[in-house]
């Protein structure tokens, strides 16, 4: 349904999107995921038409809206916007704040009531709809702000961090809350979060954005498990990262040994690349069971008890450090000399 392509935006110097290339379905939840400055924000505000690309097109079906020539402008692209500042009006009641972008677009007013209050159910403020958004909670009014972006009838749903001025707790619920909304009414949407958890859950597929490109895309279960660069391994959750070189495919010389890995990474020998393995994955002590595994060893610089598990930091024999999260019953003390294993099919050979 959308589609990007070679898009780029600079600011004199700053390359603040490099070029992307990206394909979203219609019905489809996109989460842009990545640090501060990767561009994230660009990319939305360049898909909203508030810039111009520098090169590149963005297309919705057949109808080009954006390219270094002509910008659709905002109000003609069928999408709706939602920022972190949620810029309700504190005058307006609930159904009132929703309401008024169908009052602008001249919408009679029997059809304003009725979509008004479909939209305040979808996201369950029925209930509140008189009331003024002070006696509101946090969570409450980003749902003001969802009714009032959907109530339009947007084909795309913009969301620039909805969530991040909420607190934890409500940002928590907020996620299935979107989720849920999601389902309901099966709008294609655009997501940009720094957190990682918000896109696990609220996006069907991830793009994980770095320095203006885009590492990697897929769900959230392919681009933790199957992480292609250094990047997104260690930015998705946590990793243990040993630098080497590849010997032939699935072996890497590292500093101190060489490492046995899953290799779908397509590099040739003599190429420097990363091992990576996550560390609940990591066995200490003895060989886990269920295959074959790399046998290392090192001594205990760190320990500390986290109740669902045990969190040790191994000095390996090399000088390098591993981090391994283990059963909580497994106590070992600091100093004390370990072997360190490393499950083969728990390593991954990525790009550097
Ligand atoms: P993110 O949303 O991922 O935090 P942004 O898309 O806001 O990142 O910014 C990407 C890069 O482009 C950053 O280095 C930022 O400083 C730069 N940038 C963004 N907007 C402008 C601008 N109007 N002028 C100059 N540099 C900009």
């Known amino acids: 349904m959308i589609t990007i392509q070679g898009l780029r935006k600079t600011y004199g110097p700053v ?22 400055g990767c561009g994230k ?3 939305l505000q360049l898909v909203a038409g508030f810039i111009a690309p520098t090169a590149g097109e963005i297309r919705v079906g057949e109808r080009l809206l954006s390219s270094s020539h002509s910008v659709v402008p905002p109000e003609r692209r069928g999408m709706s916007l939602i920022f972190q500042s949620y810029a309700i009006w504190p005058h307006k009641t609930v159904a009132e704040n929703v309401a008024f972008g169908l009052q602008v677009r001249g919408v009679p007013k029997a059809q304003i009531v009725t979509r008004v209050k479909q939209h305040l159910s979808t996201v369950r403020l029925d209930h509140l709809a008189e009331r003024y958004p002070s006696e509101l909670s946090g969570g409450q009014q980003q749902r003001i702000a969802l009714a ?3 109530v339009v009838d947007p084909e795309i749903l913009l969301l620039d961090e909805p969530l991040s001025n909420l607190d934890a707790n409500l940002r928590e619920e907020m996620r299935f809350e979107i989720r849920r909304l999601h389902e309901t009414t099966g709008i294609t949407m655009i997501y940009v979060t720094h957190d990682q958890t918000e896109a696990m859950v609220c996006a069907d597929r991830i793009a994980v954005m770095n320095k203006g490109r885009i590492e990697q895309i897929g769900s959230a279960f ?3 498990e199957q992480p292609r660069t250094q990047f997104v391994a260690s930015f998705i959750g ?3 990262t ?3 070189e590849l010997v032939e495919q699935g072996l890497v010389q590292t500093g101190g040994s060489r490492l046995q890995a899953i290799d779908e990474s397509g590099a040739r020998a003599g190429i420097a690349v990363t091992v990576c393995v996550r560390p609940h994955r990591v066995a200490l002590g003895s060989a886990p069971s269920g295959g074959p595994a790399n046998k290392l060893h090192g001594r205990i610089e760190r320990a ?3 109740g669902e598990s045990s969190d040790y930091l191994v000095e390996l024999t090399d000088g390098t450090r591993i981090r391994a999260l283990v059963p909580p019953e497994t106590r070992y003390q600091v100093g004390q000399q370990i072997d360190v294993y490393l499950p083969v099919r728990d390593c991954r050979v990525v790009a550097q």
């Open 242 to 244: 040993f630098s080497g």
């Open 238 to 240: 946590r990793a243990n």
């Open 148 to 150: 009032r972006a959907l």
């Open 222 to 224: 392919e681009i933790y």
């Open 304 to 306: 500390a008890y986290l």
């Open 41 to 43: 924000s660009t990319t």
């Open 15 to 36: 390359v603040a999107l490099d070029s992307i290339d990206l394909d979203i379905k219609t019905g489809e939840v996109i989460a842009l995921l990545g640090p501060s």
